[in-house]
Nanobody, 122 residues
Framework: QVQLVESGGGLVQAGGSLRLSCAAS????????MGWFRQAPGKEREFVAA????????NHADSVKGRFTISRDNAKNTVYLQMNSLKPDDTAVYYC???????????????WGQGTQVTVSS
């Protein structure tokens, strides 16, 4: 099992930046693909970004491409989401998720953090 703890959320003005962190437990962090998702009240959870176990492959949703960047530091068991040029529509609870890397990019994530609130004011 993997325990995930997100941090770094907060209130920022439109155009600002924020970096989210997700700290993971365990000794085999590099064997897990990691993802970021977000959910606003009354809306479905949506995919934001994903990164493979050793960081060789990344994927970003079209809505954040060019503004957000996912990365990881396996020596620190941490995945990051750097968010730049934030918009009010980015306001949501952001969740970190993990799955074994060998499951493939289409497999669902089965480990989730508690979420961290990001609010972008206009």
């Amino acid at each position: 099992q993997v325990q995930l703890v997100e941090s770094g959320g907060g209130l920022v003005q439109a155009g600002g930046s924020l970096r989210l962190s997700c700290a993971a437990s365990g000794r085999t962090f590099s064997r897990y693909a990691m993802g970021w998702f977000r959910q606003a009240p009354g809306k479905e959870r949506e995919f934001v970004a994903a990164i493979s176990g050793i960081g060789g492959n990344t994927n970003h949703a079209d809505s954040v491409k060019g503004r957000f960047t996912i990365s990881r530091d396996n020596a620190k068991n941490t995945v990051y989401l750097q968010m730049n040029s934030l918009k009010p529509d980015d306001t949501a609870v952001y969740y970190c998720a993990a799955k074994r890397d060998y499951l493939g990019h289409r497999a669902p994530y089965d480990y989730w953090g508690q979420g961290t609130q990001v609010t972008v004011s206009s």
